[in-house]
Structure formats: structure tokens, C-alpha cells
């Protein structure tokens, strides 16, 4: 029994201590990794991926998988920089009203992800895949090419202002986890989600709507990946169509490295913060450590392995898909 | 008869005239392209259909390529929708079958400029053209042993622009704000792209000249802002204030190192990018950026269209012509701050208008293989 608890404690707690590792590993090689500067550096990098990796943890949770957040992101970005510049081009001028209207898009991108996925019945993978497309395809009609800029300061004033040393939307993502976490924990949505992803059937037999769950599911999942999009407004003070560019490998990696299972029931918010810090700590870190960037892809597949290899249960999954 | 009502009766029998040249124009034009498919277009295209075929509606560069196009389209008389857009999508197997399934359709009677998608490509796309009896351009991608005029007249030309001398010249600017001395980073496109390694050594080349300029690092951040921004961020890290100027090799990037040097309050740090897109220029002038390099894709985009259906017409024969003219670089154009407001207004603001005929008026000279 105590070797049991152990063991469990390890493998909880395993993410976390990959992550100290690897500060202490890049830290040993130069010492100005380990610096106040860098860390915030760290932050606003893995701020919108942070927040992609959340929508998408609820998914993963529910045993389902949604791939739809490039175009997802892409377009509320898009779409909340339009409607920013439109409404006055100032947060203080009515610009704000376009953060709703953002989030908004983005439940209802989640909506149709859900719907098709539970009412057409097609697996989430291929559906939100699909969706993904229709989102970016959107972007690219809406600018047609062209990049939307946004030069409002008090708006930028989540990349530019300060308090202790980071910058403000490390503070707002702070808080919108701790919410993810809320939701996970201390709703009935969110422990439904651990039903579903846990046993379907049993969910089902249980007297559980799964469709209506999956359907909220998504549609959680897409108020995430607008916020996203806003941020990566804020971090780059632009939209375009390849906005939500790379989010997809980002977001599953960190989901994964951070030791939520892939086959659902498994994990949960606090893991997919721990991924997202992983591996935009080996992404940070191997520039600073100086390794030439044509080793840096091969380093970090070998990482996300060794990752996943210590931080994920596998002992009692009988097929690997 | 007042004059009044003289005046009414003479401006009513114009009209009516009008009116009945207008409907028989107007019926011959509705009536013709329904017996023969698409007969307007064969009337001014001399019997040819036009298509471009290129990566996608994603980018302003791309965008402007296609503008190119259809302004040569529209210069016959013709109307944009008169050009073929064969979009490829990053595929160089979806670039070949809708080259052949445009020359099927058209009986081999396609006049076509295209990006190949990648070098391997462009020697099945043109080959593909030969044989189906059609006239083709390439631009950017091809492999060093192919060439026009081993092809035939069907290959008519080649258009591509060289990285190396303009960057140079942009880094050339960078070190000499930079004082002639400190460090310098250079953020770079896809490792193999033939882009990315001339623009390096456009940089390389005119450290040859700055002793006391150090080059500090050159990483790969794949053209994209946000990857940019993440590395500038870590070379800041890495480098702190021994960085003294960024050479970008595209304008994608250059957004991105500016809003992460935005982000630590680091103001005033010279950059130069490369594209020329509008948003670049815009910061050309606000001073946040010290250059980029304008290629002019409009013009190419027009241009290759251009030889390719004046060829197939018989303007001129490609084999009488000299290698330079089926082997050459696009223009090149280095935007400061001096002549942005300048520059915006001659090629952003208006398009100019070209004369197609031109054929090699804006050529930087032959392509020369290393």
C-alpha cells in the first residue's frame, strides 16, 4: 500500500519535477537563464499557449480530441481586431465591447465543432480537423492576406505594463487557470467531464446527457482559444490568418508532457500548466544554452518523449493507440 | 416644332441607336461564351486561356503576385475573372494536376505563369506544358540544371530574385547606424529555403567590411512572427545588451522582434527586414524599422503571365532570345526612411501601371549559379 502511494505520488508529481530539472539543467549551462528577466520572457511566450492548452486539456479529459484551435484562434483574432478597430480603435473609445464579441465567436466556433461531431456523428478528431480549416479559410476571406494592427496603447498595456516584473497578461492567465481550475473541480461540468472520459457507457447508464456534455465541452474549449487569440493580439499587436500558426503542436505537446492522457479521464488543468512551462522552457532554453537551432527540433522531440516517458501512467494501459 | 422638342426627338433616336448597339454587343457577349464555352476570353487572349498558379490568398506577397496577373489580364481587355487561379496550397502534386487539368480542358491552349511550389516540381510542370502544346513560366522555384531553353520555346522564361546583394545592402545600412561597431543577431526563414540562405549571406558578405561588427547568433524562426518574437526574446536573454541591430530576412519577422524588444521597453534598436510589405513600410516611416527591401511581386506576377501568353501568341520567340531574357532577376528596391512616404505613394497607395510589352525593363540582370 505504501509502495502503492508512492508510486502515484511519483508519477503526480513527476511533471513538476521534470520542469525543476530542466531549469537546474539549462541554469547549469548558463546562468543567465535563471533570472527574473527570462522568466517573465517564458511567461509571455507560454501565456496563449496556456490558454489553448487548457481548452483543449477539457477535451482531452472528456477522450476526445480537438484539433480545431489554429483556425479557431486565427479567426477570433482576426475577427476581435476588426471589430476593435471598427468600435473606435481604443480600449476606452467602446474598443472593449470587442473582447465579448470574441469570446462569443469562439463559443460558437466550439458549437458547431460540438454539434457536428455529436450530431453528425463523425469523430471529434476529423470534425474539429475540419473545422480548423473552415476557421483559417474564414481568416484568410476576412483579411484576405493582409495583417490588422492594432496600436492602442491601454490595450498593449498587457505586454508593456509591468507589476513586478511581469507583465500583465501573465496575471490575467494566472487567474483565468485558477478559474479552469474551478471548473474542473467545483462544477458539475467539470467532473462530468472526468465521467465521460472515464467510462462513456457507465457515464451514459448513469442517467448522463455525454452529448450535452461533449457539445459544452467544445464550446468551453472555444471561449479558450478566443482568449488565446486576444492575447497573441496583445503579445504581437497583430492579426492575420497564420495567427493561430503552430498552436496545435504547442498546445497537445504540453497537454501530453504535462501528463494528461491522451485516452481521457486522466489529468488536469494544474498538469497542462506544468506542459506549457515545459516546453516553453526547453524552447527558451536551448537558445540561451546555445544550441544550434538545426539540433533544436531533434532536441526537443527527444525531450517531449523523456517527458512523457516519466511523467504519464502507463502501467495499467493494455493498448497504446 | 419648338426647338425643345427637335432636341428630345435628335437625343431620342441617339439613344435608341445606343440602345440597339448595346443589346447586339451585349447579346453577342451573353450568346457567344454559351455556344462556345468560353469564347470572350479567346477573342482578346488570341485564342488563349491565362491561369496563374501559386500557394495561396494567405499573404500580401502572394496577393500581389496575382494582382500582377490579372492587370496583365486586364490591360487585353479582359476581365480578372478571364485569369485562372490555380491554387496549389503548398502541394507540388496539386500544382502538376491542376496545370494538366487546366491545359485538358483548354485543348493544350493555356498560357500559364507558376510558382512550381518547390525546385523538384518544376521540371514535370514544364514538361507537362510542352507536351500539351502550352507556354509556361516559372518563378522562384527550379532546380540549377533546368533551363528554358533546353525545354524549348514552350518554357518561355524564368524569373527569380537574388537575396544576397539586397540584403547586403540593408545590413550594409544596419552596421553604419550601428556606429560600425557591437553585435548584431540575424533571425532567418526556413533553414533550406533558397531565400533564407541568400539573405544570410547577403549579411555575411557585408561583415566582411565591418571588423568591428560581430555577429552574435543566426537562427532559423521559419518567416513567422510569433516564432520571431520567442527568439528575439531568448537572444535577449543570451546576449542582453551586447545586441546592438537585427538583421531580419523578412518583414513577418521584424513585427515580431519589434514587439518583443516593445515588451522589455527597449526602444531605438535598428532593424532591417525584407519584403517591403505596406505594414513594414508604415513602420519604415514611423522609424521603428531602418529598411526593408521591395521586390516588386506585382510586376513579376504580371510579367511572367505576360511572357508566357506573348509567346504563345508569337510577340516574340523565346529561342531568338538571349539567355538573360529567359533566365533573370526581379527587380529590387531598398525602402528608408528618407523615401518611404515617397515609395508608398508610387508603389502602395497607386499601382503603377506597366507597360507589358516591356518585357525585360525591370530585370535585374541574368540569373548567375554559383
Not at chain 1, 500500500?1 to 511519483?10: S, V
Not at chain 2, 509556361?136 to 537574388?162: C, E, F, R
Not at chain 2, 550594409?172 to 533571425?187: A, Q, S, T
Request: one cysteine or more; aromatic letters at 10%.
Amino acid at each position: 500500500m505504501t509502495r502503492f502511494l508512492t508510486r502515484e505520488a511519483a508519477i503526480r508529481w513527476a511533471p513538476l519535477l521534470v520542469l525543476i530539472a530542466l531549469v537546474i539543467l539549462f541554469t547549469a549551462i548558463n546562468p543567465d537563464f535563471f533570472a527574473q528577466r527570462n522568466f517573465a520572457r517564458i511567461a509571455i511566450a507560454a501565456a496563449p499557449a496556456l490558454m489553448v492548452a487548457i481548452g483543449v486539456t477539457f477535451i482531452i479529459v472528456m477522450g476526445s480530441i480537438d484539433l480545431s484551435m489554429e483556425g479557431a484562434v486565427s479567426l477570433t483574432a482576426v475577427l476581435f481586431c476588426f471589430a476593435f478597430l471598427w468600435l473606435g480603435g481604443t480600449l476606452a473609445a467602446g474598443g472593449w465591447l470587442a473582447i465579448p464579441l470574441a469570446l462569443i465567436v469562439g463559443g460558437l466556433i466550439g458549437l458547431i465543432n460540438g454539434l457536428v461531431h455529436v450530431k453528425l456523428r463523425i469523430p471529434s478528431f476529423m470534425a474539429s480537423l475540419a473545422m480548423g480549416f473552415v476557421g483559417t479559410g474564414a481568416a484568410v476571406l476576412i483579411t484576405g492576406g493582409d495583417i490588422v494592427r492594432i496600436e492602442d496603447d491601454t490595450f498593449r498595456a498587457l505586454l508593456t505594463w509591468r507589476i513586478a516584473g511581469f507583465p500583465l497578461m501573465v496575471y490575467v492567465v494566472v487567474i483565468l487557470a485558477f478559474l479552469a481550475w474551478f471548473i474542473q473541480n467545483h462544477t458539475t461540468l467539470g467532473r462530468n467531464f472526468y465521467a465521460v472520459g472515464g467510462g462513456e457507457e457507465l457515464a451514459h447508464a448513469s442517467g448522463l446527457n455525454v452529448r450535452r456534455v461533449r457539445i459544452t465541452g467544445f464550446v468551453l474549449a472555444g471561449v479558450f482559444y478566443a482568449i488565446a487569440g486576444m492575447l497573441q493580439v496583445a503579445k504581437l499587436g497583430q492579426a492575420e490568418s497564420v495567427t493561430g500558426a503552430n498552436f496545435m503542436f504547442i498546445s497537445i505537446t504540453s497537454v501530453v508532457v504535462g501528463g494528461v492522457a491522451l485516452w481521457g479521464g486522466i489529468g488536469g488543468v494544474w498538469n497542462t500548466v506544468v506542459g506549457v512551462l515545459i516546453v516553453n522552457v526547453i524552447n527558451n532554453g536551448m537558445v540561451v544554452i546555445g544550441l544550434p537551432d538545426y539540433v533544436q527540433d531533434g532536441m526537443l522531440g527527444l525531450l517531449v518523449i523523456l517527458a512523457v516517458v516519466l511523467s504519464t501512467d502507463r502501467r495499467n494501459i493494455s493498448f497504446v493507440k | 416644332m419648338s426647338t425643345f422638342i427637335k432636341d428630345f426627338v435628335e437625343r431620342e433616336k441617339i439613344n435608341r441607336r445606343n440602345f440597339l448597339f448595346a443589346s447586339a454587343a451585349g447579346l453577342t457577349a451573353t450568346a457567344v461564351p454559351g455556344i462556345l464555352g468560353r469564347g470572350a476570353a479567346f477573342a482578346d487572349a488570341g485564342g488563349w486561356s491565362l491561369a496563374w498558379s501559386y500557394r495561396d490568398r494567405a499573404s500580401a506577397y502572394w496577393n500581389a503576385i496575382v494582382s500582377g496577373g490579372e492587370a496583365y489580364v486586364e490591360s487585353l481587355g479582359l476581365t480578372k475573372e478571364d485569369m485562372t487561379n490555380l491554387i496549389n496550397e503548398g502541394s507540388s502534386e496539386k500544382s502538376l494536376a491542376d496545370i494538366k487539368a487546366f491545359l485538358a480542358k483548354n485543348a493544350g491552349k493555356g498560357a500559364i505563369a507558376s510558382d512550381p511550389n518547390d525546385s523538384p516540381n518544376a521540371r514535370p510542370v514544364v514538361e507537362a506544358v510542352r507536351d500539351a502544346g502550352g507556354y509556361v513560366s516559372t518563378i522562384w522555384n527550379k532546380t540549377d540544371d533546368l533551363h528554358p531553353w533546353d525545354i524549348g520555346d514552350n518554357y518561355v522564361a524564368h524569373l527569380s530574385w537574388s537575396g544576397e546583394k539586397p540584403s547586403e545592402d540593408a545590413a550594409r545600412l544596419l552596421f553604419e547606424k550601428m556606429g560600425g561597431e557591437g553585435g548584431v543577431v540575424h533571425l532567418g526563414g526556413i533553414p533550406a529555403n533558397i531565400p533564407a540562405v541568400e539573405r544570410l549571406n547577403g549579411l555575411k558578405n557585408a561583415l566582411k567590411d565591418f571588423p568591428n561588427i560581430e555577429l552574435l547568433d543566426e537562427q532559423s524562426a521559419d518567416w513567422d512572427t510569433n516564432k520571431a518574437a520567442e527568439l528575439m526574446s531568448s537572444y535577449l536573454t543570451r546576449y542582453g545588451d551586447k545586441i546592438k541591430g537585427v538583421h531580419c530576412a523578412n518583414d513577418n519577422m521584424a513585427y515580431g522582434v519589434i514587439e518583443a524588444l516593445k515588451a522589455e521597453g527597449i526602444t531605438g534598436m535598428p532593424i532591417t527586414a525584407f519584403d517591403g510589405n505596406p505594414e513594414a513600410v508604415d513602420l519604415v516611416m514611423k522609424g521603428e524599422l531602418l529598411a526593408t527591401v521591395f521586390t516588386n511581386p506585382h510586376w513579376g506576377g504580371g510579367i511572367a503571365l505576360a511572357l508566357a501568353h506573348q509567346a504563345a501568341i508569337g510577340a516574340f520567340k523565346p529561342s531568338e532570345e538571349p539567355n538573360e531574357h529567359r533566365e533573370f532577376y526581379g527587380p529590387s528596391i531598398l525602402v528608408t526612411q528618407a523615401d518611404a512616404e515617397e515609395f508608398k505613394k508610387t508603389y502602395l497607395d497607386a499601382t503603377p501601371t506597366y507597360d507589358w510589352t516591356d518585357r525585360w525593363g525591370l530585370s535585374a540582370g541574368g540569373i548567375v549559379y554559383k
